[in-house]
């Protein structure tokens, strides 16, 4: 495979390598795609977390266990607000 980069990426290898972060490019490049891989990992985790919440909602909505949407709009405001100020 051959792959061409831009100038800045190429300076950005290199200077990882000058840093002595990196032993060479190919190290940068290899670090570079396991990042990719865990992100992309944690990315699908967080998916299918999403999914099996949703679908516990969707169960407990389905069996009659729902909170007026004012409580929910509530809650949620609230759960905005101590995040800000975290």
Do not use: C, N
Request: no cysteine; net charge negative.
């Amino acid at each position: 495979m051959s792959i061409t980069l831009k100038p800045e990426q190429e300076q950005l290898i290199q200077h990882q390598v000058t840093l002595g972060r990196f032993k060479s490019t190919d190290e940068v490049l290899e670090s570079a795609l396991r990042l990719l891989v865990e992100q992309y990992q944690e990315y699908e985790a967080w998916v299918e977390e999403v999914r099996v919440k949703v679908d516990e909602g969707k169960a407990e909505a389905d069996r009659g266990e729902v909170l007026p949407l004012e409580t929910v709009m509530a809650q949620l405001q609230q759960k905005f607000q101590q995040a800000r100020e975290h």
